[in-house]
């Protein structure tokens, strides 16, 4: 799920995040989704993984190849957002069992301890706080993320190529695509082109026209950004970035 205000299983209106000082690379967000609002926008593929609570529920998001469309989704919701390949470890689930899809924690823990997670974070004053609290509880028994996972989201977030990882790392392709499906839910190539999306919508928000943003975020020209962009989310650039922002 993107960290950007596109994201979140609701509305834009009162979106907010922070860093977590507890999870290292996470995010804790909370939004505000509204019955019939009809600004509910599409959650963004970025290869990250998110722990959801809303009122009487815990459910997690996998790793997304497509937009995500949050449907009639109402009333507040908190998540925390891993950073790329670190969930599989919290949830103890490889991320290719939950691509594309959002799964109750019911299914993936006992019952018994999601239950008793639910109620906790329910009863919470601050909810934001408790999820973070008790993933970082979770997170400090967890085993250690295989160490090939930071490099690939390294190199492949800095542009550069499949091979080009793959040979940095010492392995050949069969094997970085192998070890990436655990991790990432899908291989090397998918999770370069979700990156390399997520640096030039950054780029885009920012200002930078989209033929400048094509060039600086890797794509071979504008035509190759919009149409990654289309098969990514689902829509225009123009329309994601809400008309012309960005363009030249």
Known sequence: MSASEETGPGAAAAYRERPSPLLTGAVVWTTLAKDGSGDTRPVL????????????????????????????????????????????????????????????????????????????????????????????ERATGAEAPDPLVAHVVRSLAAGRSVAATAAAAGVNARLLHRRSLPAFGYGPKTLGRVLRLQRALALARAGTPYAATAAAAGFADQSHLARDVKELTGLPLTALLGGGFGGD
């Open 45 to 136: 593929p970025d290869g990250c993984m998110d722990l959801l609570w809303t009122e009487g529920r815990l459910f997690v998001a996998g790793p997304d190849t497509h937009a995500y469309d949050p449907g009639g989704a109402s009333g507040r919701y908190v998540g925390v957002r891993f950073y790329p390949g670190t969930a599989p470890a919290f949830l103890g689930v490889p991320a290719d069992e939950l691509r594309d899809r959002r799964v109750e924690l019911a299914d993936l823990w006992t019952a018994a301890e999601a239950r008793r997670l639910v109620e906790r974070v329910d009863a919470a004053r601050d909810p934001m706080v408790a999820l973070e609290s008790l993933a970082a």
